[in-house]
């Protein structure tokens, strides 16, 4: 995950922040499987695909979750379609 790319402003946070703020990162943003952007979580949603059958497991045994930015239709079509 690349947290410099974190939409946060620095010019109320002093640099003492600096820990908090990768630490928040850390834990708040996600990097979307289609476009590879970290976002903040509440632009992040997933789509959960059951692999299980492509893969020769039994049907519901094996899935993949898929992050999408939910503001952006491409991503989510692309993550609709994943496999
Ligand atoms: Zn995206």
Known sequence: M???R???TGKHISKNDKFIRSHLGHACT???SICGQARLDKYISVYTHD???RYGF???TARANIRYCNDNKDCEQKAKNYY
């Open 58 to 60: 039994e049907k519901n």
């Open 51 to 53: 692999i299980s059958l």
């Open 6 to 8: 974190l939409p946060i």
């Open 30 to 32: 996600w990097k979307c």
């Open 2 to 4: 690349n947290f410099r």
